[in-house]
């Protein structure tokens, strides 16, 4: 079963400002990830964040993690039109993988 | 990085035929694949887990027989969709792991029965 829950489903920004995405789970984990998915492709790994981590960047990407609240935050800084995709959490790793319901970010030019 | 390719990206077939959709690792050896079914505007649903020469352990709901896998090889996992039928129209996606690495995903194939 899908146990991440990203919110909200779907954003719209202008090019430049920042999306924040969030994502909710509801059981313990050794990790969380973030992928990417452009319209009709495969997924790219994004970032990795584990359980005793509580922030994590990777250049224009930053993302937490409250293990107490079972969240996490996906945050894209200065976004550009080329970040207009969907983007999913998903809690494992090598091992399985349950991905949340996704959310579509959309960057107007 | 990790390269995984998919074939075919798009195929279109009747009713009642079998399609085979292969999964290939480039760069390195896979010990685990996955099979994921993606639906328009959802998420992935994992379908089953292959690992190299053995059997394929299927998610809940997810028919065996209907969607054959074999993982022959260290670089190959193959899924046939056996008498397709409309509704089994969908986005599929692979994807191989090796190590505790991330999973690297292939670039989906969209199957469309007619």
């Known amino acids: 079963s899908q146990q991440g829950e990203e919110d909200p489903q779907a954003l719209s920004i202008q090019e430049g400002e920042n999306a924040t995405m969030n994502c909710s789970y509801k059981t313990s984990i050794n990790n969380l990830q973030w992928y990417r998915q452009n319209s009709g492709r495969g997924l790219v790994h994004l970032i990795l964040?584990?359980?005793?981590?509580r922030e994590k960047h990777s250049g224009r990407l930053r993302v937490t993690l409250d293990t107490s609240k079972k969240s996490s935050s996906l945050l894209i800084t200065a976004s550009r039109a080329a970040d207009t995709a969907s983007y999913f959490c998903a809690q494992g790793g090598s091992e399985k993988l349950v991905f949340g319901k996704g959310m579509k970010l959309t960057v107007n030019p | 990085g990790a390269v995984v390719s998919q074939h075919p990206s798009w195929v279109i077939c009747k009713s009642g035929t079998s399609v085979k959709i292969e999964c290939r690792s480039l760069d390195f050896q896979a010990t685990t694949m996955f099979w994921y079914r993606q639906f328009p505007k959802q998420s992935l649903m994992l379908m089953a887990t292959?690992?190299?020469?053995?059997?394929?352990?299927?998610e809940q709901g997810v028919e065996k027989d209907k969607f054959l896998i074999n993982h022959a090889s260290l670089t190959l996992s193959t899924l046939t969709v056996t008498s397709a039928h409309p509704e089994d129209s969908s986005f599929y996606i692979c994807s191989a792991s090796f190590s505790n690495q991330p999973q690297h995903f292939g670039d989906g194939t969209r199957l469309s029965i007619l």
């Open positions: 292959s690992n190299e020469g053995s059997k394929a352990t299927y």
């Open positions: 964040i584990r359980s005793n981590e």
